[in-house]
């Protein structure tokens, strides 16, 4: 995460582009002081960048505890918490407790296990073994708090098409 390029997304070369507005850094740094005020350690990033843009780098935090507001809050920025577990049961439960289910991020190294967890989650989209879940191809939406229906790919165009059965007899 430390060495991802941050700058402007138009630029070659640049992976992490600025966030929407000042106010979207302000949360995330909000966000990210929260956890380190409750105990979380930051292994990268963590303080907004200067200069022109809305720029976060990178953030990766270790130890979040359960009360950290972004364990329970949306952050969309460039930060990943990292909680610990003692089994996958715990693992799977405290992840579906959220209110929000846009979409959840799983890396392992077994496949089939990976697959299995993923059907367990309460998110409307998986990235397993992957960090970017975006596909024009694929339906985007959420689950709980983050969305209702789905947007792109077939499901989406169903969306706005109205379904009407026709009964005929000769």
Same mark, same amino acid.
């Given at each position: ?19 929407? +507005? ?5 949360? !995330?740094?909000? $966000? ?5 005020? &409750? =105990?979380?350690? %930051? ?52 992840? +579906? ?5 846009? !979409?959840?991020? $799983? ?5 089939? &296990? =990976?697959?299995? %967890? ?53």
């Amino acid at each position: 995460m430390a060495a991802l390029k941050v700058g402007n997304g138009l630029l070659a070369g640049v992976e992490v582009g600025s966030l929407i +507005n000042a106010k979207a850094r302000a949360k !995330v740094t909000e $966000l990210v002081n929260d956890a380190v005020n &409750r =105990g979380a350690r %930051i292994l990268t990033g963590g303080a907004p960048l200067g200069g022109v843009g809305y720029f976060f780098p990178p953030t990766v935090l270790a130890d979040v505890p359960d009360d950290a507001r972004c364990l329970h809050e949306e952050i969309f920025g460039p930060v990943a918490a990292l909680v610990r577990f003692s089994d996958e049961a715990e693992m799977i439960g405290r992840c +579906n407790t959220t209110e929000y289910g846009l !979409v959840a991020y $799983l890396f392992t190294n077994d496949m089939r &296990r =990976g697959l299995a %967890i993923a059907e367990k989650l309460d998110f409307g989209m998986v990235g397993l073994n992957r960090g970017l879940v975006s596909d024009p191809a694929a339906p985007f939406g959420g689950m709980k708090q983050s969305g209702i229906g789905r947007e792109g790919a077939h499901h989406g165009i169903m969306e706005y098409l109205e379904t009407q059965y026709v009964s005929l007899g000769w």
